[in-house]
């Protein structure tokens, strides 16, 4: 299983961001995919899931309304764009999914909000 995360990088407060997660190495379109962030000195947080085939969608309260999650499963890739960022959403960024019970982690991508 591997799971690359890209598209972090520095942006201004109100700006936006689309992260990508390209996976590989189980049947992607099987398996709901996960985005957590892990802010300096915090724990790693869920921001967003979404199933399988894209048709459900799960948003962390405090994120609703900005940052969307999606997926394209023909190109076996899960999305999480990014609104009106603010400073607190500093953090590196990661996609998850979890096959038979094991988790498995990108890298992660780091995203900071700063002027």
């Known amino acids: 299983v591997r799971l690359v995360e890209s598209g972090g990088g520095l942006v201004q407060p109100g700006g936006s961001l689309r992260l990508s997660c390209a996976a590989a190495?189980?049947?992607?379109?099987?398996?709901?995919m996960m985005w957590y962030r892990q802010a300096p000195g915090k724990e790693r947080d869920l921001v967003a899931r979404?199933?399988?085939?894209?048709?459900?969608?799960y948003y962390v309260d405090s994120l609703k309304g900005r940052f969307i999650i999606s997926r394209d499963n023909a190109k076996n890739t899960v999305y999480l764009q990014m609104n009106s960022l603010k400073p607190e959403d500093t953090a590196v960024y990661y996609c998850?999914?979890?096959?038979?019970?094991?988790?498995?982690w990108g890298q992660g991508t780091q995203v900071t909000v700063s002027s």
């Open positions: 979404i199933s399988s085939t894209g048709g459900a969608s």
């Open positions: 998850k999914t979890t096959l038979s019970g094991i988790g498995y």
């Open positions: 190495g189980f049947t992607f379109r099987s398996f709901a």
